[in-house]
């Protein structure tokens, strides 16, 4: 699963909450479709592998604005893709953790002028029968 609106990476990104690695369960809605999964999985690693491949891209990232258990971010993303055509994004995001075994993402903006309103509702739910491998950032397994 790929979350969307990825938050600030690099030497300099504030610190944002971890999550812990497991089995996560994952509902909500993301694109227009309905997202309802399970996967052992590290959301914090894969938030950030996310954000460093777009970086690469060209994308852009506001610091996260951290207040108590909830984090305010904006993303925009002003890329051509191979086929040349044009592709504009800019997202509101918010993330409101529950300790390091639970989440919720709201992304609002737009993608091509289009409307994005996706909501993630993301809980750690068990262990892994294989440990889930940390990465650096931007490596896939």
Wanted: hydrophobic share 30%.
């Amino acid at each position: 699963m790929t979350l969307p609106a990825p938050l600030p990476a690099g030497a300099s990104e504030p610190r944002l909450p971890e999550l812990r690695p497991g089995l996560w369960q994952f509902q909500g809605r993301e694109g227009g479709r309905k997202i309802d999964s399970r996967k052992c999985a590290s959301p914090s690693e894969e938030l950030r592998a996310e954000n460093a491949a777009l970086a690469k891209l060209g994308c852009t990232f506001t610091s996260p604005t951290p207040s108590h258990d909830t984090y305010r971010y904006q993303s925009r993303c002003d890329l051509t893709t191979r086929r040349g055509r044009a592709l504009t994004s800019q997202r509101n995001s918010v993330i409101k953790v529950r300790g390091d075994q639970a989440f919720e993402l709201t992304v609002k903006g737009t993608s091509n002028g289009n409307p994005v309103d996706d909501l993630i509702v993301g809980k750690r739910i068990g262990e892994c029968n294989k440990p889930v491998a940390s990465r650096p950032a931007g490596k896939k397994p």
